[in-house]
C-alpha cells in the first residue's frame, strides 16, 4: 500500500512558477514509476507528466512541454513537479499517482495509487 500526499499549490499569477511535491509512504517507493495528473473544473483528468523508477526517463503532455520539470528523490520518497510560465489554462487540481511498473505510462488508468489533489490557480 502507497500513501501519497501532495504539498505546494496555490494562487499565483500567469508567468509565475510554483512546485508541487508529493511524499510517498511504503517500502517500495524507488520501484514505482510516477506521474501527476490534473483535473479543471467540468473536464477530465488528464495526464501532465511521468517518471520511471530511477529518474533516467520523462514524459510530458505537449501542453506543459518546456514548461514543467518532474523530477524524483527516492532517497526522500518524494516527486515533485517544478511549473514554470504559468498560464491560466494550467488552473486545476494537480494529483500525484503511483503505478506498479518501473517504466513510465500516460494512461491514468494505470496507476495505482493517487493523492488526494493539490489545487493551483493562475490568474490571468
Known amino acids: 500500500q502507497v500513501q501519497l500526499v501532495e504539498s505546494g499549490g496555490g494562487l499565483v499569477q500567469a508567468g509565475a512558477s510554483l512546485r508541487l511535491s508529493c511524499a510517498a509512504s511504503?517500502?517500495?517507493?524507488?520501484?514505482?514509476?510516477m506521474g501527476w495528473f490534473r483535473q479543471a473544473p467540468g473536464k477530465e483528468r488528464e495526464f501532465v507528466a511521468t517518471?520511471?523508477?530511477?529518474?533516467?526517463?520523462?514524459y510530458y503532455a505537449d501542453s506543459v512541454k518546456g514548461r514543467f520539470t518532474i523530477s524524483r528523490d527516492n532517497a526522500k520518497n518524494t516527486v515533485s513537479l517544478q511549473m514554470n510560465s504559468l498560464k491560466p489554462e494550467d488552473t486545476a487540481v494537480y494529483y500525484c499517482?503511483?503505478?506498479?511498473?518501473?517504466?513510465?505510462?500516460?494512461?491514468?488508468?494505470?496507476?495505482?495509487?493517487w493523492g488526494q489533489g493539490a489545487q493551483v490557480t493562475v490568474s490571468s
Open positions: 517518471i520511471n523508477w530511477n529518474g533516467g526517463n520523462t
Open positions: 499517482a503511483a503505478r506498479i511498473s518501473s517504466g513510465i505510462g500516460t494512461n491514468r488508468g494505470s496507476y495505482n495509487y
Open positions: 511504503g517500502r517500495s517507493f524507488s520501484t514505482y514509476a
